[in-house]
């Protein structure tokens, strides 16, 4: 307050030091007024003005100007005083970067889910308030600390599916809008996603074996693009995608696309893969295949197909089983059976599977190539009677969950559970390294019921340590 009497009475001494220069004149409103309204740039009515008030050119100056210099100075000075009052009203005015609301989305592209609106920040991407109670699914990142979370949270119209960015690695996150899709499970109506990839800041999918939805503005917008992918990785400047158009049945295929293009060019696979399920993961140039058939068809023709590419998948290497299996057709020989169930290519090119014996009669273990898959190395078993999740550094570090998560720094030969060296995640549904040091995890749902979890799990050393983080 006492600024702004200082600033009034710098006004009032400011006005009044210029008026008091200004040579007095009895019609000088008159004059201001008539020169206001006069035609620009006409002499003739300039020249009735001064006709009137008996001035010459030189006497209009000593009115006219200063009274335009008394109307600055009154203008400058309001004006600061404004600033003032401003700046002191700062911390009561609404925040420079406001939300702003995404452009009306036509048709094929999807709008955001029912939950706050985004806005843009500084780099262009949207962001909003973490949906209440969000629980993710699957993970993905574009480096160390830049990040998506795919998931649900509970809202008042399905679909509820939405996604969270994290910039900083997994501590904090924000809300970005998501597909009008439903998570997969058992009320999908055909257009369900269960995955989510981002290849840059800007460009992402969202897909289901039924439906892909991309976006190239960071989420903002999705738009739905033709058939779906039972798997689908990012590496370079290219995005790879396994298809299958009448499972069960027909054997998958794989496809390729440059990032953010809705062309997809067939790429050929070798014959005899699998026509259940897939799983593909990427390395840079390498690229690895899983196909899978139900597994009660019998001994020698339910075992996985693998496919090896070294050249980004321009061309394909078709790999029998590699967990081993045990010979015969009787009852007893079918139990014996070993799938591979993960899959994992490490920074090294390094390819690893998980091997799990079927009905539960042993317990899952891991095979490791360096050679592109021609030849694997069998490590030591894991507890529990099944497998989950796997991620590899490198042939040597390897990450593999049964009933919880277990790590390996020589290849396999041995493993020790997480969480016996201090606090780390226990039963998980996705783990995933970013670098050869950066790992993350989710955890898995305290039951079937619930979907998805509320807690991340973070580690800078390889998966020797672990810090939790939930959604916020």
């Given amino acids: 307050m006492t600024e702004d009497r200082e600033m009034s009475q710098l006004m009032r001494t400011g006005m009044a030091a210029v008026l008091a220069s200004t040579e007095p004149t009895g019609d000088l409103a008159e004059r201001m007024i008539t020169a206001a309204t006069a035609r620009p740039g006409s002499a003739a009515e300039l020249s009735r003005t001064d006709a009137r008030s008996g001035a010459s050119g030189s006497a209009w100056q000593r009115w006219w100007l200063p009274a335009v210099a008394a109307i600055g100075a009154a203008v400058l000075i309001v004006s600061a005083v404004f600033g003032v009052r401003m700046l002191h009203s700062d911390d009561r005015s609404a925040p420079i970067d406001q939300p702003v609301s995404p452009p009306a989305p036509s048709a094929p592209v999807t709008a955001p ?53 994290t910039d900083d690695g997994g501590r904090s ?123 009660t068809g019998g001994a020698g023709i339910t075992t996985s197909t693998l496919f090896t590419s070294a050249d980004d998948g321009t061309t394909w290497a078709g790999r029998k089983e590699p967990c081993p299996q045990t010979a015969g057709s009787g009852a007893a020989d079918r139990l014996s059976e070993i799938d591979t169930t993960a899959v994992a ?102 039951s079937s019921a619930v979907v998805g979890s509320a807690t991340v799990w973070t580690s800078t050393d390889a998966g020797a340590t672990w810090v939790s983080h939930t959604f916020r």
Avoid at 377 to 400: D, F, I, K
């Fill in 113 to 165: 889910t029912p939950h706050p609106t985004p806005h843009r920040t500084s780099a262009g991407e949207p962001a909003g308030a973490v949906p209440a109670g969000f629980r993710a699914v699957d993970l993905t990142w574009v480096s160390t600390t830049k990040g998506w979370a795919l998931g649900t949270a509970p809202c008042a119209q399905a679909p509820c599916t939405s996604i969270v960015r």
């Fill in 173 to 295: 996150w924000v809300g970005v809008p998501a597909p009008i899709a439903e998570l997969t499970g058992d009320s999908c109506n055909g257009q369900c996603v269960s995955h989510l990839r981002f290849a840059n800041r800007l460009v992402g999918y969202a897909f289901g074996p039924d439906a892909l939805f991309m976006t190239t503005d960071g989420g903002l917008s999705w738009n739905r693009q033709p058939g779906g992918a039972y798997a689908l990785e990012i590496s370079g400047d290219t995005a790879l995608r396994v298809v299958n158009t009448c499972v069960p049945g027909c054997p998958f295929q794989a496809q390729r696309s440059a990032i953010g293009s809705t062309s997809w060019r067939l790429l050929t696979l070798p014959a005899g893969g699998q026509t259940v399920g897939a799983q593909l993961v990427r390395n840079g140039s390498n690229a690895l295949i899983a196909t899978f058939a139900h597994v």
């Fill in 345 to 446: 290519v490490a920074d090294d090119a390094s390819m690893t599977v998980l091997c799990t014996p079927r009905a539960g009669i042993d317990h899952p273990f891991t095979m490791t190539s360096t050679d592109g898959g021609a030849h694997f190395s069998r490590g030591s078993q894991l507890g529990a009677t099944y497998g989950g999740e796997l991620a590899t550094a490198s042939a040597s570090t390897l990450l593999a969950s049964t009933d919880v998560l277990y790590r390996s720094t020589d290849g396999g030969s041995s493993w020790h559970k997480v969480s016996e060296t201090g606090t780390g995640p226990g039963r998980i549904s996705f783990v995933g390294f970013e670098s050869m040091n950066v790992a993350c995890a989710i955890g898995a749902s305290p």
